[in-house]
């Protein structure tokens, strides 16, 4: 890995990396923290573990910006292994200072700060959820976009419970979990029963992890990490609200209050929960979590 941090700051810069520091990393990618002896001094470097994911998070982290009240990484450059002989995909991006706010229990927080902070993040969320792509359902400039929601997702949805299977016939998950994914795509019509007029703008990985707040943790200032930013249901991003510490900001709380949900939301929740959830598993290619994939199908369960 640092051979290709080297490489990787040699061919954007033209400058040998200074100290280099891991940020962390997820499913897909490293990220790390990089000083330069020229400008911009500090860079994210992010790294990522299966092709194509640089330059689309570069595309979604753009298009984000626009419409974001925080703050978003000014994208830097992308590096594509195929065209600069790097063994990944590597993207350049600013560093914005500051403290995760998923990384404490927000009952630590004074009552204004949490307050503030809870306000900022969902009215972040409502000002993506507030653009509109008048072409319909899809990913982000593909050209090719679906009129309805249930169009779109269903496939994915059907793909998705392909994967399960693979991994069933794994034994990386169980009977009852698989079970769960057979009956609940053959009842995906009367879970989605309901329209969904209106192809939206979401992140796609919207939780505390993916939020920073400034050094003494009294304000948001920063989103960053989107993953399935796409035109879709806004309601897709809502079921990540109450993951990492969101309850203790009651963020779908706030966030009803001022856009209502739809009569089969927590139906909805739950499907794109567990259906996200082990999209991932089988996509990273990582040991499943199945007490936690056996939680998530429980609730679904609870109302199919």
């Known amino acids: 890995m640092q051979n290709t941090i080297r490489e990787a700051v040699l061919q954007c810069y033209g400058v040998p990396p200074g100290n280099v520091r891991s940020l962390g990393g997820g499913f897909y990618g490293r990220v790390f923290l990089v000083s330069l002896e020229t400008e911009p001094f500090s860079v994210v470097l992010k790294l990522y573990l299966f092709p194509g994911l640089a330059a ?31 063994p990944m995909d590597a993207l350049f991006m600013e560093y914005i200072e500051g403290v995760n706010a998923g990384d404490f229990d927000a009952a630590e927080l004074p009552e204004t700060a949490r307050e503030a902070i809870g306000e900022s993040i969902v009215d972040n969320l409502i000002g993506y959820h507030r653009v509109v792509n008048p072409e319909g359902f899809g990913i982000l400039s593909s050209g090719r976009y679906c009129p309805s929601w249930q169009e779109y997702y269903y496939p994915i949805a059907r793909g998705i419970v392909e994967k399960a299977g693979r991994l069933w016939e794994k034994g990386q998950i169980s009977d009852q979990v698989m079970e ?19 192809a939206r703008l979401i992140h796609g990985d919207y939780n505390t992890w993916n939020v920073m707040l400034d050094r003494d943790r009294s304000r948001a200032v920063a989103v960053i990490d989107p993953f399935h930013c796409c035109w879709a249901d806004s ?34 929740r739950r499907f794109y929960e567990l259906y996200t959830e082990v999209s991932h598993y089988h996509d990273a290619q990582v040991e499943v979590n199945l007490e936690s994939v056996e939680a ?8 199919l």
């Open 235 to 268: 309601e897709f991003d809502l079921y990540q609200l109450d993951n990492a510490n969101g309850k203790g900001y009651g963020l779908l709380e706030r966030y009803s209050r001022k856009m209502p949900l739809s009569g089969n939301f927590q139906a909805k």
């Open 56 to 86: 689309r998070e570069a595309e979604q982290t753009r298009l984000l910006s626009e419409h974001s009240l925080l703050k978003m990484p000014r994208i830097y450059k992308v590096l594509e292994k195929e065209r600069t002989g790097l």
């Open 180 to 198: 769960t994914f057979r009956r609940s795509i053959e009842q995906f019509r009367n879970i989605f029963h309901l329209p969904i007029t209106q």
């Open 296 to 303: 998530l199908t429980e609730r679904l369960n609870d109302v």
